[in-house]
Each structure stands twice: as C-alpha cells, then as structure tokens.
C-alpha cells in the first residue's frame, strides 16, 4: 500500500529559513507550497527547486490578507494533498531604538509577523483537524526572549508569536496537532544581512556562546524535527532556540582566553 506524500506549507519559503526548510523538506521526500510576497525571489527560488519538479509549488501571498491567503491554502491542498506542515517563516524585523519606533511601524511589524502567522495558521489548522492532524512551526526570534535594544516592535512581536504558539499548542492538541517555535539567534539570512551593522554583528559575536552566526540550514533541521511525526511525535508547545547558546549565556569572559 503506497504511502500518502507529507505536505507541508512554507510562508516566507522563497530565501532564506523558508527556502532551506523546503529544500531539506523536499530531500525527505514531502512535498511543499512556498508563499512569499516577493514575485522576484519567487522566480529565483522556482529556478532553484526546478529538479523537484510536481512536489513543489509556488504562490505570492501577502500573509496579512485573510482571503487570499485562505484560496493559497485551499490551492495547495488541491493540488499537492492534505496538508501535514506548516512552517510560519514570513517575517520583517526592524533595529530602531524606542523613542523613534512610531505607532504606524509598531502596526506593520505585528500585522505581518504576528496576525499573518495567525491567519495562515488558523486555514492550515482547520483542514488538518478535518484530515488526522499534523504540525505547525512558527519562526519567532530570540528577540522575543530576553529584552534587546532597538527591538520594541520586533521583540515584542516575536514575543507575542511565542505566547501564540503555546496556545495554539494547548487549544489544537485535543484535535492532533502540534504547536511549536523555534526562536533563532543571529542567522545569516537576507534579512538580517540588511539590518545587522558592522558594530551589532561584532556585538552578536562576542555574546553568542559559539561565537559566530547560524545559517539558514541549521535552522532548517530544526524544522524538519519538529515537522516530522516520526521524530518528534511527544513535542508541542515548546520554543527551542537555535542560537548559538545566546539566551544561556550568563558571564561570558570575554576577556579570557578559552
């Protein structure tokens, strides 16, 4: 008897965590939908992933716009199958100290990172509960942690995505399916290549335990154990950092040698 395709949808799955996430995705055999609002790295991204042929699909989505993004949901499953994943990658972030944080940027950043999860989270849910369950990771951040400079919008957003999670984890459980987060650290993706100066990535460096950035893979195997039934079966409303030992750093020594 042939085993049904895992299917798992990717929002922000065009670059950085999003794009690693499908191509490791894609390695195991499940098959993804990316959304992503960049029609530019959607084409780059299809270019990509053109070997795996009729297991990947692409769609433009702006996560904020519940429609649109319940007819994406709607068209994947048509297309690929019941869906079994969801990785909530879709994001923007911001480094502007409080005072010069305004109320129009604060609305942005939590309308796209946390009512954007929400809304794509709550159509993918509805049908797994109707199809025998499955497992939601949504991407939120260290910065939702530990407070941090500069992140009022951002941290307060990731934090909020965390909080969601747990009770999205606690309310879905009864209906099979898993919650989970996964806050990264410093990850070398496009976004943070645009925000992270000179001075905040030495900054990173010295307060990281690894001393250094992850990549986008790292985080994509994060992913991929929370996703799959097999391995992580008994895991739900956790957040599991994937930061390079940041949020468990106390003193550092920095001035001492290793």
């Known amino acids: 008897m042939a085993t049904e395709p895992r299917v798992c949808i990717i929002t922000g ?19 993804t939908a990316l959304f992503d609002r960049d029609e530019a790295a959607i084409a780059r991204a299809s270019a990509q992933l053109a ?25 994947a499953e048509a297309r690929l199958g019941p869906l079994k994943g969801l990785v909530n990658s879709a994001g923007i ?11 129009a940027m604060f609305r942005q950043i939590h309308e796209i990172n946390v009512i954007g999860t929400f809304i794509v989270s709550k159509s993918v849910a509805g049908r797994m509960r109707r199809t025998g369950g499955g497992s939601i990771v949504n991407i939120a ?24 999670s747990k009770t999205m984890a606690v309310e879905l459980g009864r209906v099979g399916i898993r919650v ?42 994060a992913n991929v ?22 949020t468990a ?3 550092m020594g920095l001035d001492r040698e290793a």
Do not use: C, M
């Open 51 to 75: 070997a795996h042929g009729e297991s990947v699909s692409f769609q433009a989505l702006d996560i904020t716009d519940e429609a649109a993004a319940e007819a994406a949901v709607e068209r």
């Open 249 to 251: 750093g106390g003193l």
């Open 141 to 164: 951040s260290v910065a939702g942690i530990p407070g941090n400079i500069g992140r009022s919008a951002y941290g307060s957003s990731k934090g909020a995505v965390i909080a969601l």
């Open 225 to 246: 154990f929370l996703l799959d039934e097999a391995k992580s079966s008994y895991v739900t409303g956790q957040v599991l950092a994937v930061d390079g030992g940041f």
């Open 93 to 103: 972030g911001r480094d502007t100290p409080f005072f010069e944080t305004t109320p």
């Open 13 to 31: 799955g065009a670059s950085g965590i999003g794009l690693a996430t499908a191509e490791r995705l894609l390695a195991e055999g499940w098959r």
């Open 180 to 221: 989970n987060a996964i806050a990264p650290g410093p990850i070398e993706t496009p976004l943070v290549q645009t925000v992270h100066t000179p001075a905040l990535r030495q900054e990173w460096h010295d307060r990281v335990i690894l001393r250094r950035y992850g990549t986008a893979e790292e985080v994509a195997e």
